[in-house]
């Protein structure tokens, strides 16, 4: 009789921990010693990683006990960023932007110059399109210095995220992980900060573990070039084609995607 003793690495599970990977050794055994302890070894990094070992006896049943030391490995330089402090009033700042309940103070030639959204939600000109705010109310609010510090309210969005996204571009930047990434793609393609995009390129480029098929799907949505480059050039074996054939990834790339994919597997095969 032999066992087969799957490990199941769920990321989300532990995400919000900014975890990079787990280590360690799990030791399979059983009552009697009907069967040699067997010691696996541990190093996950993927989402949804298994590691699989066939342990096994000539007994035809038998109890199977499991021991282990599992070590999580945090990204480094890992901090909760202070929201309250980054967004607080400052000689600086010269607008407020509401989110809920909560007060962002920001500077507005700096968003300005960051985001297109932005210019145009400054801006007196308030028509309704494309990367353009929505209608929203403005009150004044005293100010010590200046007199008057205008109050804008930012809809549909928390501010939890909405502090996360400012904070990617600020000085003493918060830099993004994989565990934010998608959000925070997400919500640059909003507010138009090409900025983030291209921070968040950089780190699917060089420090990220995202699986190559979810990295392809989000250079192809979010149109990184670098990036997608890398994830085609990726695609070198038959195992590797099928695995994101197989993926839900897949049905969700563009057409010029899969047909880049198609090109680089007919000229290798």
């Known amino acids: 009789m032999s066992v087969s003793t799957p490990i199941f690495w769920r990321q989300k599970r532990i995400v919000a921990l900014h975890v990079d990977e787990i280590t360690g050794f799990i030791i399979v055994s059983s009552n009697n010693n009907l069967i040699?302890?067997?010691i696996?070894?541990?190093k996950i990094t993927e989402d949804n990683q298994e590691?699989?070992?066939v342990v096994g006896s000539?007994?035809?049943a038998y109890n199977v006990y499991f021991e282990y030391s599992l070590t999580p490995h945090y990204a480094p330089g890992f901090e909760k960023p202070d929201y309250d402090k980054m967004f607080a009033p400052s000689d600086q700042n010269d607008t407020i932007l509401v989110v809920g309940k909560k007060k962002l103070h920001v500077n507005k030639s700096f968003l300005c110059y960051h985001s297109e959204y932005f210019r145009k939600l400054f801006s007196?000109?308030?028509?309704q399109g494309d990367a353009k705010p929505p209608k929203r109310q403005r009150k004044q609010v005293p100010d010590n210095k200046e007199g008057q510090i205008e109050e804008i309210p930012i809809k549909d969005v928390s501010f939890k995220d909405f502090a996360l996204l400012l904070s990617t571009f600020y000085p003493n930047p918060v830099f993004p992980t994989d565990a934010t990434v998608e959000k925070l793609l997400e919500l640059a393609r909003r507010f138009v900060v090409s900025s983030v995009i291209n921070i968040i390129e950089y780190h699917l480029l060089n420090n990220s573990k995202i699986n190559s098929e979810k990295?392809?799907?989000m250079a192809d949505e979010y149109v990184m070039p670098k990036l997608l480059e890398k994830c085609i050039r990726g695609l070198n074996?038959?195992?590797k084609a099928k695995k994101l054939d197989q993926s839900p990834e897949y049905k969700k790339l563009s057409d010029s995607t899969k047909a880049k994919a198609?090109?680089?597997l007919i000229k290798l095969f």
């Open 237 to 239: 074996t038959a195992e």
């Open 262 to 264: 198609l090109d680089r």
């Open 51 to 53: 590691i699989t070992k």
């Open 215 to 217: 990295m392809l799907w």
């Open 36 to 38: 040699t302890p067997t």
């Open 58 to 60: 000539r007994y035809a």
């Open 40 to 42: 696996i070894d541990v």
């Open 124 to 127: 007196s000109n308030d028509k």
